[in-house]
């Protein structure tokens, strides 16, 4: 069972791992793996990380530490990262200079502010 404490009216967690392929252009594709930030799903990240350019790291303010594994993860092998704040409902409970503080992140480290829910604002 998941820990939802933190999560406001939220009664459960999607769990599942995505993929998505995006065409920047003729030469440029994107191709997406999300997976899921549960401890019991670590094996995943060793997989997926191999020939990755880069990661997100999705944070949710409200439960900011679950995010230290990522970053270390990411940290840990030297692959470029963004973190991406959950505004949901365009609510953002702290600014981006906050948590790049709390987090520790190196200063060429993105953050940025997005609802994942919507497309347009995580693009």
Not at 16 to 24: K, N, P, Y
Not at 34 to 51: N, V
Not at 80 to 88: C, D, E, G, M, T
Request: hydrophobic share 45%; with cysteine; charged share 25%.
């Amino acid at each position: 069972v998941d820990d939802l404490t933190h999560a406001g009216d939220k009664t459960s967690t999607t769990v599942t791992m995505d993929f998505g392929r995006i065409t920047i252009n003729d030469e440029v594709v994107l191709y997406l793996f999300g997976t899921p930030g549960q401890e019991r799903f670590w094996f995943l990240w060793d997989e997926l990380a191999a020939g990755a350019l880069g990661g997100v790291v999705l944070a949710d303010t409200r439960r900011l530490d679950r995010c230290f594994p990522a970053v270390d993860f990411f940290e840990r092998r030297r692959i470029p990262f963004v973190v991406a704040l959950n505004a949901f409902d365009g609510v953002q409970a702290h600014g981006t200079g906050r948590v790049r503080a709390a987090l520790h992140v190196a200063p060429d480290t993105p953050v940025v502010v997005c609802d994942a829910r919507e497309r347009e604002s995580c693009k």
